[in-house]
Protein backbone atom coordinates (compact mmCIF):
# COMPACT_ATOMS: atom_id res chain seq x y z
CA UNK A 1 0.00 0.00 0.00
CA UNK A 2 1.34 3.66 -0.61
CA UNK A 3 1.41 6.03 1.52
CA UNK A 4 3.30 9.45 2.31
CA UNK A 5 6.32 9.87 4.29
CA UNK A 6 5.93 11.76 8.00
CA UNK A 7 8.24 14.98 7.78
CA UNK A 8 12.23 14.28 8.99
CA UNK A 9 14.07 18.14 9.17
CA UNK A 10 17.35 17.56 9.46
CA UNK A 11 18.83 20.71 11.53
CA UNK A 12 22.29 20.11 10.02
CA UNK A 13 21.23 18.34 6.79
CA UNK A 14 22.81 15.42 8.01
CA UNK A 15 19.66 12.70 6.05
CA UNK A 16 20.00 13.25 2.38
CA UNK A 17 16.86 11.65 0.63
CA UNK A 18 16.61 10.94 -3.07
CA UNK A 19 13.21 11.03 -5.20
CA UNK A 20 12.64 9.27 -9.01
CA UNK A 21 9.77 7.75 -10.45
CA UNK A 22 8.20 4.67 -9.74
CA UNK A 23 10.02 3.32 -13.21
CA UNK A 24 13.55 3.96 -11.71
CA UNK A 25 13.20 1.99 -8.74
CA UNK A 26 14.84 -1.73 -10.19
CA UNK A 27 17.83 0.06 -11.88
CA UNK A 28 18.57 2.47 -8.75
CA UNK A 29 18.55 -0.64 -6.58
CA UNK A 30 20.45 -2.93 -8.79
CA UNK A 31 23.39 0.20 -10.14
CA UNK A 32 22.72 3.31 -7.27
CA UNK A 33 22.27 6.37 -8.00
CA UNK A 34 24.22 7.61 -11.60
CA UNK A 35 24.71 11.49 -12.11
CA UNK A 36 23.22 13.64 -14.33
CA UNK A 37 24.98 14.85 -17.64
CA UNK A 38 26.18 17.74 -15.52
CA UNK A 39 28.03 15.60 -12.92
CA UNK A 40 25.00 15.67 -10.46
CA UNK A 41 23.09 13.43 -8.39
CA UNK A 42 19.92 15.62 -6.69
CA UNK A 43 19.04 15.01 -3.33
CA UNK A 44 16.94 16.70 -0.53
CA UNK A 45 17.34 17.17 3.04
CA UNK A 46 13.33 16.92 4.74
CA UNK A 47 10.66 14.29 3.56
CA UNK A 48 8.36 16.96 3.94
CA UNK A 49 9.01 18.50 0.74
CA UNK A 50 8.72 14.82 -1.10
CA UNK A 51 5.38 15.30 -2.98
CA UNK A 52 5.97 18.72 -3.60
CA UNK A 53 9.15 17.29 -5.70
CA UNK A 54 7.62 14.46 -7.31
CA UNK A 55 4.54 16.35 -9.03
CA UNK A 56 6.29 20.26 -9.73
CA UNK A 57 9.91 18.63 -10.62
CA UNK A 58 10.02 15.20 -11.32
CA UNK A 59 6.32 14.60 -12.48
CA UNK A 60 5.69 11.04 -11.42
CA UNK A 61 2.08 10.16 -10.48
CA UNK A 62 4.12 7.19 -7.87
CA UNK A 63 7.53 7.84 -6.76
CA UNK A 64 10.11 6.25 -4.72
CA UNK A 65 12.56 7.73 -1.84
CA UNK A 66 15.92 6.42 -0.84
CA UNK A 67 17.77 7.23 1.85
CA UNK A 68 21.46 8.10 1.10
CA UNK A 69 23.98 7.25 3.80
CA UNK A 70 26.53 9.92 4.82
CA UNK A 71 29.81 7.51 4.14
CA UNK A 72 28.44 7.16 0.18
CA UNK A 73 28.50 10.82 -0.44
CA UNK A 74 31.96 11.83 -1.37
CA UNK A 75 31.00 14.65 -3.96
CA UNK A 76 30.79 18.11 -2.84
CA UNK A 77 26.99 18.72 -1.82
CA UNK A 78 25.68 22.14 -2.75
CA UNK A 79 22.58 23.79 -2.45
CA UNK A 80 20.32 23.55 -5.31
CA UNK A 81 19.26 25.91 -7.84
CA UNK A 82 15.64 25.74 -8.09
CA UNK A 83 13.09 28.17 -8.28
CA UNK A 84 10.98 26.32 -5.81
CA UNK A 85 9.61 27.05 -2.40
CA UNK A 86 11.08 23.73 -1.64
CA UNK A 87 14.53 25.23 -2.92
CA UNK A 88 15.96 25.44 1.04
CA UNK A 89 15.95 21.81 1.36
CA UNK A 90 17.07 21.09 -2.11
CA UNK A 91 20.86 19.87 -2.77
CA UNK A 92 22.89 18.75 -5.87
CA UNK A 93 25.55 15.99 -5.06
CA UNK A 94 28.66 16.23 -7.41
CA UNK A 95 29.29 12.82 -7.52
CA UNK A 96 29.23 10.25 -10.38
CA UNK A 97 27.91 7.58 -8.67
CA UNK A 98 26.45 6.58 -5.53
CA UNK A 99 26.95 2.77 -5.05
CA UNK A 100 23.57 0.85 -3.83
CA UNK A 101 24.87 -0.38 -0.67
CA UNK A 102 24.75 3.50 0.60
CA UNK A 103 20.93 3.52 -0.57
CA UNK A 104 18.05 2.57 1.52
CA UNK A 105 14.64 2.23 -0.45
CA UNK A 106 12.43 3.71 2.15
CA UNK A 107 8.76 4.22 0.40
CA UNK A 108 7.30 4.27 -2.41
CA UNK A 109 4.28 6.99 -2.87
CA UNK A 110 1.38 8.22 -4.58
CA UNK A 111 1.96 12.01 -5.93
CA UNK A 112 -0.70 13.73 -4.27
CA UNK A 113 -2.47 16.44 -6.30
CA UNK A 114 -6.01 16.96 -5.39
CA UNK A 115 -5.85 17.51 -1.53
CA UNK A 116 -2.93 19.29 0.41
CA UNK A 117 -0.51 18.17 1.97
CA UNK A 118 1.56 19.07 5.13
CA UNK A 119 4.06 20.82 3.22
CA UNK A 120 1.06 22.94 1.09
CA UNK A 121 0.24 23.87 3.95
CA UNK A 122 2.99 25.07 6.01
CA UNK A 123 3.39 27.28 3.03
CA UNK A 124 0.11 28.81 2.64
CA UNK A 125 0.15 29.03 6.29
CA UNK A 126 3.97 31.10 6.33
CA UNK A 127 3.88 32.54 2.74
CA UNK A 128 0.16 33.64 2.49
CA UNK A 129 -1.44 33.80 6.15
CA UNK A 130 -4.14 31.20 5.15
CA UNK A 131 -5.46 28.48 7.74
CA UNK A 132 -6.61 25.24 7.24
CA UNK A 133 -10.52 25.59 6.12
CA UNK A 134 -8.92 27.80 3.45
CA UNK A 135 -6.31 25.87 2.29
CA UNK A 136 -8.97 23.01 2.40
CA UNK A 137 -11.37 25.16 0.28
CA UNK A 138 -8.97 26.53 -2.20
CA UNK A 139 -7.54 22.42 -3.05
CA UNK A 140 -11.21 22.04 -3.44
CA UNK A 141 -11.50 24.61 -5.97
CA UNK A 142 -8.84 23.21 -7.84
CA UNK A 143 -10.62 19.91 -7.81
CA UNK A 144 -13.33 21.75 -9.00
CA UNK A 145 -11.19 23.09 -12.23
CA UNK A 146 -10.01 19.70 -13.11
CA UNK A 147 -13.56 18.09 -12.90
CA UNK A 148 -15.21 20.72 -15.00
CA UNK A 149 -12.06 20.33 -17.04
CA UNK A 150 -12.57 16.99 -17.64
CA UNK A 151 -16.43 17.22 -18.96
CA UNK A 152 -15.59 19.56 -21.35
CA UNK A 153 -16.92 22.72 -19.49
CA UNK A 154 -16.17 25.79 -21.33
CA UNK A 155 -12.72 27.16 -20.08
CA UNK A 156 -13.79 30.70 -20.18
CA UNK A 157 -16.80 29.74 -17.50
CA UNK A 158 -14.77 27.85 -15.56
CA UNK A 159 -11.85 30.62 -15.28
CA UNK A 160 -15.11 32.90 -14.41
CA UNK A 161 -16.22 31.10 -11.75
CA UNK A 162 -13.34 29.94 -10.41
CA UNK A 163 -11.81 33.41 -9.78
CA UNK A 164 -15.56 34.31 -8.25
CA UNK A 165 -14.70 31.44 -5.67
CA UNK A 166 -11.43 32.25 -5.10
CA UNK A 167 -11.81 36.36 -4.77
CA UNK A 168 -14.63 34.59 -2.01
CA UNK A 169 -12.02 32.63 -0.30
CA UNK A 170 -9.11 35.69 -0.81
CA UNK A 171 -12.00 37.60 1.87
CA UNK A 172 -12.74 34.90 4.49
Known amino acids: MS ?12 HLYHLTSIENLAAILRTGLKANEE ?13 TIA ?3 VFAAKYAI ?26 TILQEQIEPK ?16 EWDYHVEKNLFHRNVPQVD ?15 GRNCDEISREANER ?7
Open 102 to 117: HLRHLCTCDAIHDRPT
Open 66 to 91: FKIAKRGVTGQVLPDDVAEFSSPYQR
Open 55 to 57: CNQ
Open 137 to 151: EEFAIFRWIAEETRA
Open 3 to 14: HQPKSKQSKSSQ
Open 39 to 51: GAIYAFTDLIVAN
Open 166 to 172: LARLAQM
